[in-house]
Nanobody, 130 residues
Framework: QLVESGGGLVQPGDSLRLSCGASAFSLEKIGVGWFRQAPGKQRERSACISTTGRTNGTVDSVAGRFTTSTDNAKTTAYLEMTSLPPEDTAVYYC?????????????????????????WGQGTQVTVSS
């Protein structure tokens, strides 16, 4: 029900935009999370957008470089990635659902855990290499 696209091979410092299309439901009032899994590592959070669509979150390793958004029709979510280093090489997944709202003590929106999402895409490979 979620289909990702946009992955590929890029050079260090390049930018890339991933898309996550929802075919069976609207992303209106649906939170979208972006996760990634590198070889031999656990799946980790990278960025997210809240169910209201007004709040974005990122983890420290991608803060300032990754941005999430959705289109006006609420059918597609995007992950914009800039200044990519080789360490960003991974399979990237999008997920959708109505997760809880988690706010840090400093008022930052915390991206929900994988278990809080109901729908997942198949993943798209992003390789950053010279």
């Amino acid at each position: 029900q979620l289909v990702e696209s946009g992955g590929g091979l890029v050079q260090p410092g390049d930018s890339l935009r991933l898309s996550c299309g929802a075919s069976a439901f609207s992303l209106e009032k649906i939170g979208v999370g972006w996760f990634r899994q590198a070889p031999g590592k656990q799946r980790e959070r990278s960025a997210c957008i809240s169910t209201t669509g007004r709040t974005n979150g990122t983890v420290d390793s991608v803060a300032g470089r990754f941005t999430t958004s959705t289109d006006n029709a609420k059918t597609t979510a995007y992950l914009e990635m800039t200044s990519l280093p080789p360490e960003d090489t991974a399979v990237y997944y999008c997920a959708a659902g109505r997760p809880g709202v988690h706010i840090s003590r400093t008022g930052q929106y915390i991206c929900p855990r994988p278990a809080e999402y109901d729908y997942w895409g198949q993943g798209t490979q992003v390789t950053v290499s010279s």
